[in-house]
């Protein structure tokens, strides 16, 4: 299993309708790719020095085809739809996290 990992910091100025984007458009855009399994949206519980409110989207997929796949065929556009709209008002990193191995708590 495969996450592509964006996390982004979001200028409190446009946090609103940026979230409401991502849960409600962008998400849900890349899903339809049909390349990943699932997303969470999550916030990250840190105060960042610069401000803001940071969030990491992940997106999971099976294997690395399907992510090169993404890359060369629908991130470009789907990027270019956010710095459309949110400019400079965002600050976005991408990393890739290969799962190695899920562990699971067991009630005895």
Known sequence: MIIYN???NVDESIHTDWLNWMQ???ISDVLK???FIKAKLVKVMVEEEMGG???AAQYFTDSRA???????NHAPRLRQEGLALF?????AFRT???VMDEFYHIEN
């Open 33 to 35: 790719t049909g390349l």
């Open 6 to 8: 964006v996390t982004v």
């Open 53 to 55: 409110t940071t969030y």
């Open 24 to 26: 409600n458009k962008h």
């Open 87 to 91: 400019a400079d008002k965002m600050l």
């Open 96 to 98: 890739e996290l290969e």
């Open 66 to 72: 399907k992510l090169e796949d993404y890359y060369l």
